[in-house]
């Protein structure tokens, strides 16, 4: 094997012909080749080429805290058509990323289609085999029947398909080949091969440059550091020397958005969890301790950003970190997830797997419940939590969500019955509505269908919703009230707050009061039941 050509991103840049296809590893901010996507602008800007590019990110990559991604090559002219599960998000006061301006404007071809899907079609392509058949995504925005994930007008209908098979309806989502796949790693070796020793996730490193590799492509891997040749752990490398062409040195690279270096988070270091800030007091936390009385010790449970991801900090909190194991569609599995910009990440994790094995996981149901947060709920009981009409931006897209939604038998969706300004506080144990929110988000219709609600009862999935003021769940008879916060009123604050009537339960209850108490509720957990054979046998589980 011969030692590979070490360039600047710059130099790298001049690897990449019109029209290729560029698959890129990472997520938002985490494991991002950010210095190999700058490198590609910086050539367009002083050349106009390359161009006509369609770049793939399974996650997004780049965020709006540091970590520009994608928006490096957010150019007319250099780019034409983006496929991703998701995209660089940020609050709805600040400008919007490049690439979100593009597809607004239709400047740009653009599919938004679930991670876990295109890290199998990659998979796929580098299997010779024509695309990936899965349940994932049906009746929801990535259907042809709806939007077949088209993002604007411009954008083709394409890619994915409605096949049967068996009498079972199936989507079929073409393999895609990348002519250039761009991963990043910790540490090359002078013969390409790679380690992430401090990489958060390797998310699909391996896969994509396959992908690329098995099809004639090349394979451009950004490093922190360079060792000399053959002196690298076997065990430890991830993505051998065959599949690179090139690596670019970037000494300078982030281990996640504003984070250079954190061994707690790449598994090289424990580090107490009490290091961890508590979380404030706050309408999010009542929710999150809301859907915390779901949990049963001893369970796998997946994890969604937003309000959601609060739910294993609130178990920090009462001293049960260790109860239940949370896997993320990253790779983490176990130690605590992180908050906000690091989402993606575990601090202490038991496990660390590729984002690809995880989505094995995550589709085949192989978990217990998954908390995730929304955006609007319908009277079907229909989630979008990836477009709202003209803030789109304001949403990072799919990512995982429709991977995790598929098969997930308990689902719990957790977030704020109203959206826009408000003033609501917690008074002495009880929910105080001074301003309601002018735009509720029980709507009679989703802007885009996310997770289908009819397709939930059809497969008997328990799905819940947990808001500051009210709990409903999905029943036949439709979205039923089962649970109300002390001091609100039902017909006013929550009936009269949907756009559909909504059903009430004959045992409606009053949510529990520890809920709306800053202290911590001691909170204890029942055990999850132990599997059959072991239940057969009278063994327990230590």
Same mark, same amino acid.
């Given at each position: 094997?011969?030692?590979?050509?070490?360039?600047?991103?710059?130099?790298?840049?001049?690897? $990449? /012909?019109?029209?290729?296809?560029?698959?890129?590893?990472?997520?938002?901010?985490?494991?991002? @080749?950010?210095?190999?996507?700058?490198?590609? %602008?910086?050539?367009?800007?002083?050349?106009?080429?390359?161009?006509?590019?369609?770049?793939?990110?399974?996650?997004?990559?780049?965020?709006?805290?540091? $970590?520009? %991604?994608?928006?490096?090559? +957010?150019?007319?002219?250099?780019?034409?058509?983006?496929?991703?599960?998701?995209?660089? !998000?940020?609050?709805?006061?600040?400008?919007?990323?490049?690439?979100?301006?593009?597809?607004?404007?239709?400047?740009?071809?653009?599919?938004? *289609?679930?991670?876990?899907?295109?890290?199998?079609?990659?998979?796929?392509?580098?299997?010779?085999? @024509?695309?990936?058949? !899965?349940?994932?995504?049906?009746?929801?925005?990535?259907?042809?029947?709806?939007?077949?994930?088209?993002?604007? &007008?411009?954008?083709?209908?394409?890619?994915?398909?409605?096949?049967?098979?068996?009498?079972?309806?199936?989507? *079929?989502? =073409?393999?895609?080949?990348?002519?250039?796949?761009?991963?990043?790693?910790?540490?090359?070796?002078?013969?390409?091969?790679?380690?992430?020793?401090?990489?958060?996730?390797?998310?699909?490193?391996?896969?994509?440059?396959?992908?690329?590799?098995?099809?004639?492509?090349?394979?451009?891997?950004?490093?922190?550091?360079?060792?000399?040749?053959?002196?690298?752990?076997?065990?430890?490398?991830?993505?051998?020397?065959?599949?690179? &062409?090139?690596?670019?040195?970037?000494? =300078?690279?982030?281990?996640?958005?504003?984070?250079?270096?954190?061994?707690?988070?790449?598994?090289?270091? #424990?580090?107490?969890?009490?290091?961890?800030?508590?979380?404030?007091?706050?309408?999010?936390?009542?929710? +999150?301790?809301?859907?915390?009385?779901?949990?049963?010790?001893?369970?796998?449970?997946?994890?969604?950003?937003?309000?959601?991801?609060?739910? @294993?900090?609130?178990?920090?909190?009462?001293?049960?970190?260790?109860?239940?194991?949370?896997?993320?569609?990253?790779?983490?599995?176990?130690?605590?997830?992180?908050?906000?910009?690091?989402?993606?990440?575990?601090? /202490?994790? &038991?496990?660390?797997?590729?984002? $690809?094995?995880?989505?094995?996981?995550?589709?085949?149901?192989?978990?217990?419940?998954?908390?995730?947060?929304?955006?609007?709920?319908?009277?079907?009981? /229909?989630?979008?939590?990836?477009?709202?009409?003209?803030?789109?931006?304001?949403?990072?897209?799919?990512?995982?969500?429709?991977?995790?939604?598929?098969? +997930?038998?308990?689902?719990?969706?957790?977030?704020?019955?109203?959206? %826009?300004?408000?003033?609501?506080?917690?008074?002495?144990?009880?929910?105080?509505? #001074?301003?309601?929110?002018?735009?509720?988000?029980?709507?009679?219709?989703?802007?885009?269908?996310?997770?289908?609600?009819?397709?939930?009862?059809?497969?008997?999935?328990?799905?819940?919703?947990?808001?500051? #003021?009210?709990?409903?769940?999905?029943?036949?008879?439709?979205?039923?009230?089962?649970?109300? +916060?002390?001091?609100?009123?039902?017909?006013?604050?929550?009936?009269?707050?949907?756009?559909?009537?909504?059903?009430?339960?004959?045992?409606?209850?009053?949510?529990?009061?520890?809920?709306?108490?800053?202290?911590?509720?001691?909170?204890?957990?029942?055990?999850?039941?132990?599997?059959?054979?072991?239940?057969?046998?009278?063994?327990?589980? @230590?």
């Amino acid at each position: 094997m011969n030692k590979k050509p070490i360039f600047t991103a710059r130099q790298a840049a001049d690897l $990449i /012909n019109d029209g290729d296809v560029i698959s890129v590893n990472s997520s938002s901010g985490l494991g991002c @080749p950010d210095a190999v996507l700058e490198g590609i %602008g910086a050539r367009f800007c002083e050349t106009s080429a390359p161009c006509d590019l369609t770049t793939i990110h399974p996650i997004a990559a780049g965020d709006m805290w540091g $970590i520009k %991604g994608i928006d490096h090559v +957010a150019k007319p002219g250099l780019l034409r058509r983006v496929i991703a599960g998701s995209l660089p !998000s940020g609050p709805s006061s600040a400008e919007p990323p490049l690439i979100w301006q593009m597809i607004d404007n239709d400047e740009v071809e653009a599919y938004n *289609f679930p991670s876990g899907i295109i890290y199998q079609m990659h998979r796929a392509a580098a299997a010779g085999q @024509p695309g990936v058949t !899965s349940k994932v995504g049906l009746e929801t925005f990535v259907d042809p029947r709806n939007q077949a994930g088209r993002m604007n &007008d411009t954008t083709p209908p394409a890619i994915v398909e409605l096949t049967e098979r068996k009498g079972e309806e199936w989507l *079929f989502y =073409e393999a895609v080949i990348p002519n250039v796949a761009i991963i990043r790693a910790t540490t090359a070796d002078e013969y390409g091969n790679l380690t992430f020793e401090e990489e958060a996730s390797m998310l699909g490193a391996l896969d994509l440059a396959y992908a690329a590799h098995n099809n004639g492509g090349i394979v451009i891997a950004q490093v922190k550091r360079v060792a000399e040749g053959r002196t690298l752990n076997p065990r430890d490398v991830r993505v051998p020397g065959i599949l690179v &062409d090139a690596i670019v040195h970037a000494p =300078e690279q982030l281990q996640t958005t504003q984070t250079l270096y954190d061994p707690a988070l790449s598994g090289q270091q #424990r580090r107490s969890l009490k290091t961890l800030p508590a979380v404030p007091f706050s309408l999010e936390k009542v929710m +999150a301790r809301r859907a915390t009385l779901e949990l049963q010790a001893g369970e796998t449970v997946n994890l969604g950003f937003g309000v959601a991801a609060l739910v @294993p900090h609130i178990l920090l909190e009462e001293d049960l970190s260790q109860e239940v194991s949370w896997v993320i569609e990253q790779g983490p599995v176990g130690g605590v997830p992180l908050l906000d910009f690091v989402f993606g990440v575990s601090q /202490n994790p &038991d496990a660390i797997m590729p984002s $690809i094995d995880q989505f094995t996981l995550l589709q085949g149901a192989g978990f217990n419940r998954t908390f995730l947060s929304f955006l609007e709920v319908d009277k079907t009981g /229909n989630v979008n939590v990836h477009s709202l009409p003209k803030r789109r931006h304001v949403t990072a897209g799919v990512g995982g969500f429709a991977d995790i939604t598929s098969a +997930a038998s308990d689902i719990t969706f957790v977030g704020s019955f109203t959206a %826009g300004r408000k003033d609501i506080v917690v008074e002495e144990g009880q929910l105080k509505i #001074r301003t309601d929110g002018p735009h509720t988000k029980f709507v009679n219709n989703v802007d885009a269908i996310t997770f289908s609600g009819e397709r939930a009862a059809q497969t008997g999935q328990r799905v819940k919703y947990v808001t500051e #003021r009210a709990v409903l769940e999905l029943r036949p008879e439709g979205l039923t009230v089962t649970e109300i +916060a002390p001091g609100v009123d039902l017909e006013k604050d929550v009936l009269a707050k949907a756009e559909f009537p909504l059903h009430v339960s004959g045992a409606l209850t009053t949510m529990n009061a520890i809920l709306f108490a800053p202290e911590p509720m001691g909170l204890k957990l029942p055990h999850v039941a132990a599997h059959s054979r072991l239940e057969a046998l009278n063994l327990r589980q @230590p």
